[in-house]
């Protein structure tokens, strides 16, 4: 059946093969090409969000930089992300 998606036909380590394995059953995902989808578009959503980051960390001024910093330190120390300091 003619379809517009493309296919892409991977062969991986066992190593590697192991890990889709246990995303797929930590997630409950069907089958393999489902989890390497998910995968990749997780990892390219990642790299978007660091290439943005890096061109907005690359328009600030180091002072600004360091209260960024300070700030979401603060932010996830608040939410219990870190310890809270004495």
Do not use: H
């Amino acid at each position: 059946m003619p379809t517009k998606n493309k296919r892409i036909n991977l062969t991986v380590p066992e190593a590697l093969y192991a890990k889709i394995q246990a995303f797929r059953e930590e997630n409950g995902i069907a089958s393999d090409a489902s989890a390497c989808i998910q995968l990749i578009s997780a990892q390219l959503r990642g790299m978007e969000t660091t290439k943005s980051m890096l061109q907005l960390m690359g328009q600030c001024t180091p002072e600004q930089l360091m209260a960024l910093t300070k700030e979401g330190y603060t932010a996830l120390r608040e939410e219990g992300f870190l310890p809270k300091l004495e």
